[in-house]
């Protein structure tokens, strides 16, 4: 049997553009597709070479979602892997997201916030911590 690979996950957000711009800023992606979706809706594939986030609206009609952690099927968090988790970090205070639940143990550092959209993102680095 072949080993599978994550392509992309599909998220639900209230502006797909601003979304995908964000984390273009946030963590040097680039928008790979742009363009109408299921619905009547639009969407954004923004990653890298080999994966991506699709971020997609309904003509904004988007209801505000539950609990995740609480939700059967709900998407808990997304985890990006940087280089430079400083630099991540402060590019996401900038943004006016607050991180949080900072941590540092094998394999790596991460930290968390949540974006206008609720999505919680852990940022992990696997560099060894700067001295």
Not at 28 to 40: E, L, Q, S
Not at 65 to 83: E, K, M
Not at 91 to 106: I, N
């Amino acid at each position: 049997m072949t080993q599978a690979i994550l392509e992309h996950v599909n998220i639900t957000v209230s502006d797909p553009l601003q979304t995908a711009k964000r984390l273009c800023t946030l963590f040097g992606w680039r928008i790979r597709w742009k363009g109408d979706a299921i619905d009547g809706g639009t969407s954004v594939h923004v990653g890298g070479d080999d994966s991506y986030i699709a971020v997609y609206a309904k003509d904004g009609q988007n209801a505000a979602r539950q609990d995740s952690y609480s939700t059967r099927g709900g998407l808990n968090h997304v985890g990006v892997i940087v280089d430079d988790l400083e630099k991540v970090e402060a590019l996401v205070c900038e943004a006016g997201y607050k991180p949080h639940s900072h941590a540092d143990y094998e394999p790596g550092r991460r930290f968390y916030f949540r974006d206008s959209d609720a999505i919680e993102f852990e940022v992990v680095s696997y560099q060894p911590t700067p001295t």
